[in-house]
């Protein structure tokens, strides 16, 4: 995701793995700190959470399916409750979980429930026809009564600062974050739109609701299907923002890089997004990966990452949300130097050899000995 700075022009990379701008560790752990410890209604702060006992937040929770409907074409949406119907951690817009799937992988999704709902958490996920495997197993595998897991509690690398002038851009899925912020906005009486697009009205998740919502906020959502108003400009998207203020924007890859470039020319003064794909290696370099176990050596080229070459190599190998903030594929580097380019990992771990290989990556021409 990106943001800017309130007051500027210029939008500030986070996290720093997406566009190879790293930030300082206290910048991180202020962000870190946000994010576990606001909760809807909540100001920012920027002294870390206390850290709760074991017993309050346990490293992995059970959850069972307690709803599952169809919400698009290709996107059904899970209700996750406590097995003993028990009250959850809370959770502000924005935030997301780990779901651990039966099949043992572990697959990020934005709550895009109510926040206020402190029995549920709502997902709601699109199914990819070449993707990894994690939303055909939830479409397909998973169903009412089934158990699940998450990991400790919801985690937020998206959050709603409640700005007074708001702009919500969603691209199809893209509105799984975006609707809990437009109901905290119109909650809070804030200056607000919303649009969404996608490419067919049957495509896009959550019409029922967008409806409601429309109908209690007359002028407020926009529904833009591609095949009714043709694929948007970004710059119009951005002329929907009811004054200077902030705009927050979820959806794929070309969405967003629209709204990137057309930025500095709208008047809106603050960025915010959230990409659900990894962004494409822009600034990378050569180097080696050498698998310690066995000595076999694997180039990685400028333009993939280690972790892609690593699963070749290595199926196995753990991974979630390839951005750099989940810590899933950690490995250990026993030699070489590292660019570390996530938003997960301390000064102490990086020194200690870890590293998130869907990120980070060594200096030009050099190999990492990994413990593997």
Not at 21 to 32: A, G, V
Not at 186 to 207: C, I
Not at 239 to 265: E, H, K, Q, T
């Amino acid at each position: 995701m990106d943001i800017s700075t309130p007051g500027t022009r210029t939008p500030v990379t986070r996290p720093p793995d997406l566009y190879g701008r790293p930030r300082s560790d206290s910048f991180m752990q202020k962000l870190t700190a946000f994010s576990d410890k606001a909760v809807t209604g909540l100001a920012r702060r920027s002294t870390p959470p206390r850290r709760p006992p074991a017993t309050e937040m346990p490293l992995i929770r059970e959850l069972v399916v307690a709803t599952k409907r169809q919400e698009a074409e290709d996107v059904v949406s899970l209700q996750l409750a406590a097995p003993d119907g028990g009250v959850l951690p809370p959770w502000q817009p924005g935030a997301h979980i780990e779901l651990h799937l039966p099949s043992g992988r572990k697959r990020q999704y934005s709550l895009c429930g109510d926040p206020a709902d402190q029995y549920q958490y709502r997902i709601a996920v699109r199914r990819i026809a070449d993707g990894g495997g994690g939303s055909a197993e939830v479409h397909d595998a998973l169903g009412e009564g089934m158990r699940v897991a998450i990991t400790g509690r919801p985690r937020n690398a998206f959050p709603f600062a409640a700005e007074a002038s708001i702009l919500l851009i969603a691209g199809g899925i893209g509105i799984t974050p975006i609707l809990p912020m437009a109901r905290e906005a119109a909650r809070r009486g804030l200056d607000w739109r919303l649009v969404h697009t996608g490419r067919s009205r049957g495509s896009m998740p959550f019409a029922a609701e967008l409806a409601e919502l429309a109908g209690a906020a007359p002028g407020r959502v926009s529904i833009r299907p591609d095949d009714e108003s043709g694929v948007p400009e970004a710059a119009d998207l951005l002329s929907l923002s009811p004054a200077a203020g902030a705009v927050y924007c979820c959806g794929p890859a070309p969405m967003i890089d629209g709204v990137r470039r057309a930025f500095g020319g709208s008047r809106a003064s603050a960025l915010h997004f959230e990409r659900f794909a990894p962004a494409p290696i822009t600034d990378g370099r050569p180097f080696e990966l050498q698998l310690g176990d066995t000595g076999q050596v694997l180039p990685v080229p400028y333009d993939r990452s280690a972790l892609d070459v690593l699963h070749e190599a290595l199926p196995d190998l753990p991974f979630s949300c390839r951005q750099g903030f989940c810590g899933t594929c950690r490995v250990r580097v026993a030699h070489g130097r590292v660019d570390h380019r996530d938003r997960r990992l301390t000064a102490t771990e990086r020194a200690a050899g870890a590293m998130l290989p869907c990120v980070s990556r060594a200096p030009e021409g050099e190999r990492l000995v990994l413990e593997v």
